[in-house]
């Protein structure tokens, strides 16, 4: 059975750096593009960041440019997002996305909490 499991979220502080995590298991992880997620409070899911299949291409959403940076170990069957100078309005949970040729995986989700 495909598993995306997500990790390395948490309470931090305004300004504050988290780096979250994502394994993957049961499907070809180095064929297939990663995306992070997230969702806030009361918010639609929104597309955070996305790496090609082989690391060389990755896009972020237009606020996080420059905070937030993606990255992938394919010989860990792992997908990673930096995010650095975290602001309260960065609470949400994150979720983690496995994307090739119709077939979409989703992970359950790391909280983060920026708060003071």
């Known amino acids: 059975q495909v598993r995306l499991v997500e990790s390395g979220g948490g309470l931090v502080q305004p300004g504050q750096s988290l780096k979250l995590s994502c394994v993957g298991s049961?499907?070809?992880?180095?064929?297939?593009?990663m995306r992070w997620y997230r969702q806030a409070p009361g918010k639609e899911r929104e597309l955070v960041a996305g790496v090609s299949s082989t690391g060389t291409n990755t896009n972020y959403a237009d606020s996080l440019k420059g905070r937030f940076t993606i990255s992938r170990d394919n010989a860990k069957n792992t997908v990673y997002l930096q995010m650095n100078s975290l602001k309260p309005e960065d609470t949400a949970v994150y979720y983690c996305?496995?994307?090739?040729?119709?077939?979409?995986?989703w992970g359950k989700g790391t909280l983060v909490t920026v708060s003071s």
């Open positions: 996305n496995a994307v090739a040729d119709g077939a979409n995986y």
């Open positions: 049961e499907f070809t992880f180095r064929h297939y593009a």
